[in-house]
């Protein structure tokens, strides 16, 4: 536990190592997909779920639009803007992204009366930047420019599934 909790403020610090480590390590699978699981809670209860139900709700729907949002980036980094020297796959993608999602823990925060929704949204920006840096170290690139644009294509297409599977539910 000491482990994931260091990586995760390293992940938070922008470290660059740290992404590259798990990056490399397949154990780390795990740590990523517990990192995601409680920032989407965090991220539930700071948006206001209260009752199990919403909670459940809204924790499932980040989780399945973050596994879209990184199966996106994976093939929007690979396939549509690839550098010469981009070599992954989706494993290395989904460990290093769901590191990056380590701010959202704070998310937890949003619930707050009056600063609630600007910690929000000053750590939702946090995690897009984390995942910049997530997405520029698993797909090698040289530059940041190119893994911004990856993300922020990814993280369009992500919001329209998001906000199109909460009309549905409500």
């Known amino acids: 536990m000491k482990t994931l909790l260091r990586q995760m403020v390293r992940a938070s610090r922008f470290d ?3 992404y590259e480590q798990v990056e490399a390590d397949r154990a780390s699978t795990a740590g990523a997909v517990v990192v995601v699981l409680v920032a989407s809670i965090a991220a539930a209860l700071g948006s206001g779920a209260r ?4 909670i459940v709700s809204a924790t499932i729907a980040l989780l399945v ?19 010469p020297q981009t070599r992954s796959d989706l494993g290395e993608v989904l460990r290093t992204t769901g ?6 823990v704070l998310r937890i ?19 897009l930047l984390t995942f910049v840096v997530a997405v ?9 420019g190119r893994a911004l644009a990856v993300c922020v294509l990814g993280w369009l297409l992500h919001g329209l599934l ?9």
Do not use: C, K, N
Request: hydrophobic share 55%; aromatic share 18%; net charge negative.
């Open 16 to 18: 660059v190592q740290t």
């Open 109 to 127: 925060l949003g619930a707050l009366p009056g600063v609630g929704l600007f910690i929000f949204i000053g750590v939702t920006i946090w995690m």
């Open 51 to 54: 009752d199990p139900v919403s």
């Open 99 to 104: 590191f990056s999602a380590s701010p959202g």
């Open 136 to 144: 520029r170290q698993a797909l090698d690139y040289a530059s940041s």
């Open 162 to 170: 998001f906000f199109a599977f909460v009309t549905v539910a409500i």
């Open 65 to 83: 639009t973050w596994v879209f949002w990184v199966a996106l980036t994976y093939f929007i980094g690979t396939h549509l803007l690839p550098e």
